[in-house]
């Protein structure tokens, strides 16, 4: 839970500047937030969370 929510809180600030940049439509947002959360009612979920979770091992390995 400690590696995902710093994940979590990146995600949040790239969704926040591509809003702010008018990059990223309120309509597109919701259809992403959506596809997240099917995707983790679906059989792929442990697949994303291992690979996520495999992903932040690496990231967390190359810090100091």
Known sequence: MLLHMPFVIALAAVLVFL???SALKTSHA???GALGFYLADSSLAG??????ANLLGMVGSFGP
């Open 19 to 21: 809003r702010r940049t």
């Open 47 to 52: 697949s994303i969370h291992s690979a996520s």
């Open 30 to 32: 919701f259809a992403c």
